[in-house]
């Protein structure tokens, strides 16, 4: 899967917010942070659910949103997202590069949950971001 991240346009930085991470494909999860701390986001890496838990548990600022993998080892994102909503208010843009998963059926209401087909540009993911956050 080629994927290009382009983040040409405005230069504007965006008002701090935390992005949480959740990918197991190591390049993908690199490539989707450069672009969100390329304008401006703060943002934390997690291979797997695992990780997403350690972090959510021990992270004490907020985070404002989570950008995870709908199929990965372990756990997928759906459940990963049901577990870390239980601890602490989140909203969830969720992301898949198999065309047969689609955001149909993700359980939250608009504007807390969004869906991304993979491959993406970085202004799509950022678009979908900025459309979660309510930017």
Avoid at 45 to 65: C, K, W, Y
Avoid at 85 to 97: A, D, I, Q, Y
Wanted: proline share 6%; hydrophobic share 45%.
């Amino acid at each position: 899967m080629r994927t290009s991240f382009d983040t040409k346009g405005s230069t504007t930085p965006r008002p701090a917010a935390t992005v949480l991470v959740v990918d197991d494909d190591n390049a993908f999860r690199a490539l989707v942070c450069e672009v969100l701390e390329a304008r401006g986001y703060r943002v934390l890496a997690a291979q797997n659910a695992l990780e997403a838990h350690q972090i959510s548990r021990n992270f004490t600022g907020r985070i404002d949103l989570v950008v995870v993998d709908m199929r990965m080892p372990l756990m997928g994102g759906l459940a990963l997202a049901e577990q870390l909503r239980k601890k602490r208010p989140l909203r969830f843009l969720f992301m898949s590069g198999h065309a047969a998963v689609t955001g149909v059926g993700i359980p939250w209401p608009p504007g807390q949950a969004a869906f991304i087909l993979k491959p993406f540009t970085g202004e799509q993911l950022l678009g979908k971001v900025q459309e979660v956050l309510g930017a």
